[in-house]
Nanobody, 127 residues
Framework: VQLVESGGGLVQAGGSLRLSCAAA?????????MGWFRQAPGKEREFVAAISWSGGNTDYSESVKGRFTVSRDNAMNTAYLQMNSLKPEDTAVYYC????????????????????WGQGTQVTVSS
């Protein structure tokens, strides 16, 4: 599964961005849970949000819960991360990833839960 993120950019604190993650392999995208992670300079990559293959289950880190929304459109082979009320501490490179196993209903938070990664998109929030 090849993944390509887009939608990053520079935004003021309190603003919004929507990230997209397009999968090149439409035949299998719909079978995999999708995760979003981020990595700030000098920090480890961390879990942000995830959505099950069906879209029925979602999970968020405490730092983004209530501000970010993960969704997917299997017909478009695309996952989304809507980010509202952005804060300077949200500044990072954001990555999407596809689950290591197909058709899991439980979404993972660990890096090792995901086998396919996009190249990342930069999000910068100014104060």
């Amino acid at each position: 599964v090849q993944l390509v993120e887009s939608g990053g950019g520079l935004v003021q604190a309190g603003g919004s961005l929507r990230l997209s993650c397009a999968a090149a392999s439409g035949r299998t995208f719909r079978n995999y849970a999708m995760g979003w992670f981020r990595q700030a300079p000098g920090k480890e990559r961390e879990f942000v949000a995830a959505i099950s293959w069906s879209g029925g289950n979602t999970d968020y880190s405490e730092s983004v819960k209530g501000r970010f929304t993960v969704s997917r459109d299997n017909a478009m082979n695309t996952a989304y991360l809507q980010m509202n009320s952005l804060k300077p501490e949200d500044t990072a490179v954001y990555y999407c990833a596809a689950d290591r196993l197909a058709l899991r209903t439980v979404v993972g938070r660990g890096l090792n839960d995901y086998a396919y990664w996009g190249q990342g998109t930069q999000v910068t929030v100014s104060s």
